[in-house]
């Protein structure tokens, strides 16, 4: 599975990269941290992943309209979306958008491990 990871959090690459080892799973990662949310939107539609990991960190404020965006251009990709705001308000936004994981930083690293392990076997099933 083609996956593109957007954030600038070292940590977060690392967890993934570690998750990507561990699942045995062909996961593609494409880490955009520099990129504007139009290079985010640019890279969904030129790549066609099956899954966008999307750090809220580096997107902010720009984080609904991005992820709306992407669903209107691609309803079947899944989103797991990680954020450090835990405002009620950014949940309430962005929950209709079908997100299959909604993660607050610090992400505990087996967190993130199911997380990704439940996406992928979803994809595997649909």
């Known amino acids: ?45 030129s790549t066609n992943p099956g899954l966008l990991i999307i750090d809220d960190d580096l997107t902010r404020p720009e984080s609904y309209h991005l992820l709306k965006s992407i669903r209107k251009v691609n309803r079947k990709i899944k989103i797991i979306f990680i954020t450090s705001d835990d405002s009620i308000e950014l949940g309430r936004s962005i929950m209709p958008l079908e997100i299959q994981y909604y993660g607050m930083k610090p992400l505990k690293e087996n967190e993130l491990h199911d997380a990704l392990h439940s996406v992928i076997q979803m994809s595997h099933h649909s």
């Open 1 to 45: 599975m083609r996956v593109i990871l957007a954030s600038a959090d070292d940590e977060l690459v690392s967890q993934v990269e570690s998750v990507e080892k561990v699942t045995g799973d062909n996961l593609q990662i494409f880490n955009d941290g520099e990129g504007t949310a139009l290079d985010i939107m640019s890279l969904v539609c």
